[in-house]
């Protein structure tokens, strides 16, 4: 059942606020890697907050823009998705190897692609 308008405008608000702070937290690891490995993980962080923020606040005027908006928000939401998987298969085995602060930061590293995701698939009006 998808939202209300209003319930919908915050649930994407929140989304691309959170995908904000991603794309921050990206270009920090960016600049000041701790490992050699970290700058990839970083980037790929900014594509999929860049992605899912484009995939939020793409309009949909005219056949091409529908056409383009459509499969923007299927990569923003393969994207997604395939980060929060990460992310939760991360928490786990930081939880199992018993560093708990480690996990808490990758279930935080979760909550963007999640709201992304319900946002991009609450979106099927077209809104």
């Not at 998808?2 to 960016?30: D, K, M, S, T």
């Not at 992310?87 to 935080?108: D, H, Q």
């Amino acid at each position: 059942m998808p939202l209300r308008e209003r319930e919908h405008r915050l649930l994407r608000g929140a989304a691309l606020a959170l995908n904000a702070a991603l794309f921050l937290v990206g270009v920090y690891f960016e600049l000041r890697p701790r490992y050699r490995t970290d700058v990839w993980a970083a980037g790929a962080l900014c594509a999929i907050a860049l992605a899912n923020s484009a995939a939020l606040t793409a309009g949909n005027d005219g056949q091409g823009a529908r056409h383009l908006r459509r499969r923007l928000r299927r990569i923003a939401l393969l994207a997604s998705l395939l980060l929060a998987a990460a992310s939760l298969l991360l928490a786990v085995l930081e939880a199992a190897r018993g560093s708990v602060f480690a996990a808490l930061a990758s279930l935080v590293l979760l909550l963007p692609p999640a709201l992304s995701a319900a946002a991009i698939l609450d979106d099927r009006g077209g809104r």
